[in-house]
């Protein structure tokens, strides 16, 4: 069955950096454009960075332009999401997510577009 495992959260200063990674099984991840979406406290959960299924065109959330990367290697069935230059503001539970529907007018962002989510890591970013 299609699985989706996030992996590398975890407790980091204001300043560091981390590498997300999200490990794709029971589906050819080549298929698939992959987004990377984060949910806080008390917040909704948001969009973060998106790659189509051709790795050069890449999309991000204004909050985190120039500070993430997303990436993929189809074969390893894995995508990344390398985090510098962390804020108190990123703290959230980071999730990978498989697109499967596009809608004309619905942006990447936008959640129902995905019909595979992975359980979420981590991500604390605190002095």
């Known amino acids: 069955q299609v699985q989706l495992v996030e992996s590398g959260g975890n407790l980091v200063r204001p300043g560091g950096s981390l590498r997300l990674s999200c490990a794709a099984s029971?589906?050819?991840?080549?298929?698939?454009?992959i987004g990377w979406f984060r949910q806080a406290p008390g917040k909704e959960r948001e969009g973060v960075s998106y790659?189509?299924?051709?790795?050069?065109?890449?999309y991000y959330a204004d909050s985190v332009k120039g500070r993430f990367t997303i990436s993929r290697d189809d074969a390893k069935d894995m995508v990344y999401l390398q985090m510098n230059s962390l804020e108190p503001e990123d703290t959230a539970v980071y999730y990978c997510?498989?697109?499967?529907?596009?809608?004309?007018?619905?942006?990447?962002?936008?959640?129902?577009?995905?019909?595979?989510w992975g359980q979420g890591t981590q991500v604390t970013v605190s002095s």
């Open positions: 790659i189509e299924k051709n790795p050069d065109t890449t």
């Open positions: 997510a498989r697109r499967t529907h596009y809608r004309p007018g619905y942006s990447w962002s936008f959640l129902a577009e995905y019909g595979d």
């Open positions: 029971g589906f050819s991840l080549d298929y698939y454009p």
